[in-house]
């Protein structure tokens, strides 16, 4: 019996293949099914779950011998757009900022067009907001200075940072560039002669002429100075200045009468007010038609006037739609430098 057990033991050991030296499959062949788990599993540690199915299906397609392609939305192939912009956290942050300062401006901009302080329900209706989106940003611009709230009514107004920064646009403003500008092309437009004007000690004084054409040839240049209550432009002055700088120059006039018609000089000043304008045909020079509308600075004031000529040349029945061109230029010009005309 030990003879046979020993034979049959030395069989099989001669039908066993010898594994002693054998080199090991590889590893991750030996592991081709597992994947690296994100639920319940240990950091750094491959193990089988059923929340890692993905996992075995892209393992078994690798011992199928399928082709693994990478996934196309992290990683689009080289020159083929996924045809969805790109959109990151930074990109939404600076957007969204933009949009809130351009919300912020509006509400700044809705305590600029009130004359006086309003309230919160007024300003929300003027921004297109609703009255707590309004409030959010009321309260940043007061803690910034450029809105303020009074204590008693609770009414919102412009802040002293909306005053310096509007002062500091101010005096980047040329008011006569701006005019200059606008007048030429008027005149070049029209075919009208333009005569531009400012208010100096001795009364108005010609700084500019925007020739038309054919051109007005008058007497007056550059530099010339215009009488207050006898011109379309001393009028303007007259009606659109404090009554402080022209009261010398109505004194002035009025002494020297030198044989002169009398002049109502409060019914001067209540017709332009009215009309916005002053028009007057020869009673500076014979012949000569003119019209003058203001420029108006942030006081409300006239800083200069467009006063446009016109001779026998030129039709007077066109005279009323050149004048109303003119008011709309030079209203666009006080606009361009921070001033509206008053109210009547």
């Not at 009130?114 to 297109?128: M, R």
């Not at 038609?289 to 039709?315: C, G, H, W, Y």
Request: hydrophobic fraction near 40%; aromatic fraction near 4%; include cysteine.
């Amino acid at each position: 019996m030990e003879g046979r057990s020993a034979a049959r033991s030395a069989q099989r050991r001669a039908v066993r293949p010898d594994t002693t030296n054998a080199t090991p499959p590889p590893r991750h062949r030996r592991r081709a099914d597992w994947g690296r788990c994100p639920v319940g599993a240990r950091a750094g540690v491959l193990k089988r779950s059923k929340a890692c199915g993905a996992t075995r299906g892209l393992s078994s397609g690798r011992r199928s011998g399928a082709r693994l392609l990478p996934d196309v939305e992290s990683a689009p192939a080289p020159g083929v757009s996924s045809g969805r912009p790109h959109v990151t956290k930074e990109t939404t942050k600076r957007r969204t900022g933009i949009q809130s300062v351009g919300i912020g401006l509006r509400v700044l901009d809705a305590l600029a067009s009130h004359e006086e302080p309003q309230a919160l329900g007024a300003i929300a209706a003027a921004s297109g907001l609703s009255a707590s989106q309004a409030h959010r940003y009321l309260a940043s611009l007061v803690a910034a200075g450029m809105a303020r709230q009074d204590a008693g009514s609770g009414r919102y107004d412009l802040g002293p940072a909306a005053l310096r920064l509007g002062l500091g646009a101010l005096t980047r403003v040329d008011a006569f560039h701006a005019a200059n500008l606008a007048i030429t092309g008027f005149a070049h437009e029209t075919g009208r002669t333009v005569q531009m004007a400012a208010l100096g000690p001795t009364g108005p004084i010609v700084v500019r002429w925007a020739m038309g054409s054919p051109p007005v040839a008058t007497s007056l240049m550059v530099g010339s100075s215009l009488p207050l209550l006898r011109s379309a432009t001393g009028h303007v002055f007259l009606a659109f200045r404090p009554e402080n700088h022209t009261r010398h120059l109505i004194e002035r006039e009025t002494a020297e009468s030198r044989g002169l018609e009398p002049v109502d000089v409060e019914a001067i000043r209540a017709r332009v007010r009215a009309d916005g304008y002053s028009a007057v045909s020869g009673s500076l020079i014979p012949g000569l038609r003119a019209a003058a509308v203001p420029i108006f600075d942030l006081q409300e004031e006239a800083v200069m006037t467009a006063t446009v000529l016109a001779t026998s040349a030129f039709k007077p029945e066109h005279d009323d739609a050149v004048l109303k061109q003119l008011i709309a230029v030079c209203d666009g010009v006080s606009a361009s430098i921070g001033g509206r005309r008053p109210a009547p």
